[in-house]
């Protein structure tokens, strides 16, 4: 008989609750035991949308969950959380959806920038130290767009000419002579 077992024999504590202590820390100290789980590593493409889908443990349900950035995920910068009266969230470019029947949290961020390359963390908030888990974010270059012609009231029109008086493009990229690369918003 093991030590654990001639303790809980001997305990005046009900053996049910001293299971629950031994699994909740054994939870807590283990590392891979963590009741949120996700894609280790995800690519976005620049300018598009990327969407993260992070699972839970039944018993979870209630309790907020969060979406936040940086290596050490104990003081990551939340961008966007939950809350109990609140399952859904969009702040900025990011959105957070707590389905509670699924038990799935899913992040989409939008409009992609190449700076929101980095580590993230899916976490679930509770008394004492969150649970999380690392998501490493890549976000590839856009692929460029030449324009050959002109715009002319938002329409575009054959030809070399350019720009008809009194539209604006914003242009980047290296395109043919005579094309135009416009900035995608």
């Given at each position: 008989?093991?030590?654990?077992?001639?303790?809980?024999?001997?305990?005046?504590?009900?053996?049910?609750l001293?299971?629950?202590?031994?699994?909740?820390h054994?939870?807590?100290?283990?590392?891979?035991?963590?009741?949120?789980?996700g894609?280790?590593?995800l690519?976005?493409?620049?300018?598009?949308?990327?969407t993260?889908?992070?699972?839970?443990?039944?018993?979870?349900e209630?309790h907020?969950?969060?979406?936040?950035?940086?290596?050490?995920?104990?003081?990551?910068?939340?961008?966007?959380?939950?809350?109990?009266?609140?399952p859904?969230v969009?702040?900025?470019?990011?959105?957070?959806?707590?389905?509670?029947?699924?038990?799935?949290?899913?992040?989409?961020?939008?409009?992609?920038?190449?700076?929101?390359?980095?580590?993230?963390w899916?976490?679930i908030a509770?008394?004492?130290?969150?649970?999380?888990?690392?998501?490493?974010?890549?976000?590839d270059?856009g692929?460029s767009?030449?324009?050959?012609?002109?715009?002319?009231?938002?329409?575009?029109?054959p030809?070399?000419?350019?720009?008809?008086?009194g539209?604006?493009?914003?242009?980047?990229g290296?395109?043919?002579?005579?094309?135009?690369?416009?900035?995608?918003?």
């Amino acid at each position: 008989m093991g030590l654990l077992q001639r303790h809980l024999l001997r305990s005046s504590v009900p053996s049910h609750l001293l299971w629950k202590w031994v699994f909740w820390h054994v939870g807590v100290c283990f590392p891979g035991s963590s009741p949120v789980t996700g894609p280790k590593a995800l690519r976005g493409q620049e300018r598009g949308s990327l969407t993260v889908q992070c699972r839970y443990t039944p018993g979870w349900e209630s309790h907020g969950k969060w979406w936040c950035r940086g290596a050490d995920w104990s003081s990551c910068k939340i961008l966007v959380q939950t809350t109990a009266s609140e399952p859904e969230v969009k702040r900025d470019r990011v959105s957070i959806r707590d389905d509670r029947e699924n038990r799935t949290i899913t992040v989409t961020t939008e409009q992609l920038r190449l700076d929101d390359a980095g580590i993230y963390w899916c976490g679930i908030a509770r008394v004492g130290t969150d649970h999380g888990a690392q998501v490493r974010v890549t976000v590839d270059p856009g692929k460029s767009m030449c324009v050959c012609g002109c715009v002319s009231q938002g329409l575009l029109c054959p030809g070399p000419r350019g720009p008809s008086p009194g539209t604006s493009l914003s242009l980047r990229g290296n395109c043919p002579r005579g094309c135009m690369s416009p900035e995608v918003p």
